[in-house]
């Protein structure tokens, strides 16, 4: 079994990955990072050279960057059914979500809270009203993403928007709360809630 330990801080995109292996629901260790001087440590910028959280350490090898994190444990937990197979139906459409949320989501709400637009020729994520538009046409009469079930695509995405609403970055109305409300409920995330909460102290 490959050891898993995750370089997590409450509070923080970490929330992502620590959703996801309560998804997962294989054993793991937690090592605490603080973001104010921890991560700044010349031991850390060995796990992250970008020094940030989340990292995952999965036997020895270092993964970052959420999405990247998703990905590897969907796909490692092959049968959690957390992703479409490689050679199913759903994998482009999975994997386009994932993505979207790192690259495009993120960037395109960072644009809004600095109160800046970036010229949407010159942005890899467009615009913020273009991103919405595009998420509200894929959840528009479905459930989650990709075909009829939960996957790590929901979770990235639903994560992200999650910590937007809470930013007040992004407006509590539907389709984005009912399908961010959805995902909450999920016994994984709020055992991920729970951890995080006794993290925090
Ligand atoms: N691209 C990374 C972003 C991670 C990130 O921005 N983490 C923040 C916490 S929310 C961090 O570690 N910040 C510490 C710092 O930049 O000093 C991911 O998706 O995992």
Redesign the pocket.
């Known amino acids: 079994m490959t050891a898993l330990t995750l370089y997590f801080?409450p509070r923080?995109?970490?929330f992502?990955a620590l959703w996801m292996l309560e998804e997962i629901g294989e054993p793991y260790d937690l090592r605490l990072v603080n973001?104010r001087d921890d991560?700044q440590s010349e031991a850390y910028a060995a796990v992250n050279p970008m020094?940030?959280?989340?990292a995952l350490d999965v036997g020895g090898e270092l993964i970052?960057?959420?999405?990247a994190i998703c990905t590897w444990l969907a796909d490692r937990f092959a049968d959690k059914g957390l992703a479409p197979a490689v050679d199913a139906p759903g994998r482009g459409s999975y994997l386009r979500w994932l993505f979207f949320a790192?690259s495009v989501i993120e960037p395109a709400f960072i644009d809004k809270a600095m109160s800046r637009e970036t010229p949407r020729q010159m942005a890899g994520w467009g615009d913020l009203a273009a991103v919405k538009a595009s998420l509200i046409e894929a959840l528009d009469g479905k459930e989650y993403l990709v075909g009829d079930r939960f996957t790590a695509a929901d979770l990235m995405v639903g994560s992200t928007l999650n910590f937007m609403m809470n930013f007040n970055l992004l407006e509590r109305v539907d389709p984005f709360a009912a399908y961010v409300g959805r995902l909450v409920e999920r016994p994984a995330y709020k055992r991920a809630m729970a951890r995080e909460s006794e993290l925090a102290g």
């Open positions: 801080c923080t995109r970490g992502h973001i991560i020094r940030k959280v989340p970052t960057e959420s999405p790192g």
